[in-house]
T-cell receptor, first 115, second 114 residues
Framework: AQSVAQPEDQVNVAEGNPLTVKCTYS??????LFWYVQYPNRGLQFLLKYITGDNLVKGSYGFEAEFNKSQTSFHLKKPSALVSDSALYFCAVRDNSGGYQKVTFGTGTKLQVIP | NAGVTQTPKFRVLKTGQSMTLLCAQDMNHEYMYWYRQDPGMGLRLIHY???????AKGEVPDGYNVSRLKKQNFLLGLESAAPSQTSVYFCASRGYSGQNTEAFFGQGTRLTVV
């Protein structure tokens, strides 16, 4: 079975500081990894994904994530946080070893950027 | 650019009532999903479909039924609503391009069962 863990329910960071939102995963095969963002009263929006290749993935709004196979992690990062980045962030994983098209989501991390 | 549209956006039901949530996508996507989002539990998959005329159970299918009679529509039904089904429901769709495509989500339906 595949799973995703987001160990922090909330992350607070000052505007202008770097931010990190943590994600670890467990799959039986090779993972496809995704980050989504959810603003209040909205659906999830895709930020970035890792499929294969370069371990550092760049996405929308200046976000990036680093795939670390040995640590089974896919942490979301941004060099300089904006107040407008405040939202709920979800990490998700899909196992590429089977035909099942299921994506497993983490429980979400609320990011609060403090002015 | 409609993307994924869910109707209704809000609904209050009495215990035992039935209702249908509609999801429509205009991107010609093969895969469609229904999730529920509850505090502290993230998104949990209720049912999904890999193509027109097909449906399958997800993690939490009990109390729900689905149908995909047309490729662009995915309906979620509650036959006899229970307070435990109070949640925010999200529909998502995904195209087929290998297995690495991302999902597109609707804006959600907030359902309260009293």
């Amino acid at each position: 079975a595949q799973s995703v863990a987001q160990p922090e329910d909330q992350v607070n960071v000052a505007e202008g500081n770097p931010l990190t939102v943590k994600c670890t995963y467990s799959v039986s095969g090779n993972p496809y990894l995704f980050w989504y963002v959810q603003y209040p009263n909205r659906g999830l929006q895709f930020l970035l994904k890792y499929i294969t290749g370069d371990n550092l993935v760049k996405g929308s709004y200046g976000f990036e994530a680093e795939f670390n196979k040995s640590q089974t992690s896919f942490h979301l990062k941004k060099p300089s946080a904006l107040v407008s980045d405040s939202a709920l962030y979800f990490c998700a994983v899909r196992d590429n070893s089977g035909g099942y098209q299921k994506v497993t989501f983490g429980t979400g991390t609320k990011l609060q950027v403090i002015p | 650019n409609a993307g994924v549209t869910q109707t209704p956006k809000f609904r209050v039901l009495k215990t035992g009532q039935s209702m249908t949530l509609l999801c429509a996508q205009d991107m010609n996507h093969e895969y469609m999903y229904w999730y529920r989002q509850d505090p502290g539990m993230g998104l949990r998959l209720i049912h999904y479909s890999v193509g027109e005329g097909t449906t399958a159970k997800g993690e939490v299918p009990d109390g729900y039924n689905v149908s995909r009679l047309k490729k662009q529509n995915f309906l979620l039904g509650l036959e006899s609503a229970a307070p435990s089904q109070t949640s925010v429901y999200f529909c998502a769709s995904r195209g087929y391009s290998g297995q690495n495509t991302e999902a597109f989500f609707g804006q959600g339906t907030r359902l309260t069962v009293v």
